[in-house]
């Protein structure tokens, strides 16, 4: 199981939201290149970033900060957050991006999203659906930075990719994102059962240890963590032991 530090940028700053709150916002650094560096230090080999701001507007935002901390780092990165066109892709593939996630895009628009996956090649994106759990109607998909809730529920919109070269699902539980109250691990268990060949990153809640435990046991391919890590729970360089041991 990957160990994937989240950076969320908003205006320039690294930040975190509660439950994809725009009005809940902490400010952790201002200055995201220095987080970056300290994570490659303690042996990261991969980052997660997401351009809050351009998810909130629909085109990316924060790009040019984004490709200083990759050519900082040298580490791959995966990328989301406002990405909405073919063009958009191609611009970021070109400036050396490694994996660009998709949101609201690969919600509303599947075919389309099918098409880049077989022009640009699986390993190129990672779709990032994000879930208000719901007892009777299952797990429900938000689209523009959590602001809009859909009708479709995750099992239904999974299907329609069944066809696809679809890899990489990247799995958000509103609920738990920016809580430290744990991860749904009944959630992505589910999820994994459900579609064996994706490699499902899950993502909201990691508090401790212990969830990178109960998420290494489903298995998940990897685990993204961030307000963990600035709060001071615990270090990347311990999640990377734990996980090596389980």
């Known amino acids: 199981m990957n160990i994937y530090p989240a950076i969320d940028l908003l205006l320039g700053k690294c930040v975190r939201l509660y439950q994809g ?28 970033i997401v351009d809050l701001d351009g998810a909130k507007q629909g085109t990316p935002a924060n790009f040019d900060l ?16 406002g990405v909405r066109s073919k063009l958009q892709v191609i611009e970021m593939l070109r400036k050396g991006i490694d994996r660009i996630i998709l949101g609201s895009v690969a919600i509303l628009q599947p075919n389309i999203v099918k098409e880049w996956i077989c022009e640009f ?15 009777n109607n299952g797990p429900k998909l938000a689209t523009h930075g959590w ?33 430290l109250q744990g991860p749904n691990v009944s959630l992505y268990r589910e999820c994994v059962k459900r579609y064996p ?27 993204i963590v961030g307000k963990s890590f600035y709060e001071n729970k615990f270090s990347l360089r311990d999640a990377l032991n734990e996980v090596a041991s389980c």
């Open 21 to 48: 709150n725009f009005d809940q916002v902490t400010v952790y650094e201002n200055d995201p290149i220095s987080i970056a560096k300290s994570f490659a230090e303690q042996g990261a080999s991969v980052l997660h």
């Open 66 to 81: 984004i490709i200083k901390i990759k050519q900082a780092t040298g580490l791959i990165i995966q990328v989301g957050g």
């Open 121 to 135: 090649g699986y390993e190129r994106f990672v779709l990032a659906f994000d879930v208000r759990v719901c007892k």
């Open 147 to 179: 602001k809009t809730d859909s009708e479709t529920n995750l099992w239904e919109l999974m299907d329609k990719y069944s066809a696809s070269s679809l890899r990489h699902v990247l799995c958000t539980d509103i609920s738990r994102d920016g809580t």
């Open 197 to 223: 060949s994706i490699a499902f990153q899950a993502s909201g809640g990691v508090g401790n240890l212990k969830d990178l435990r109960a998420l290494s046991t489903i298995p998940v391919a990897g685990v």
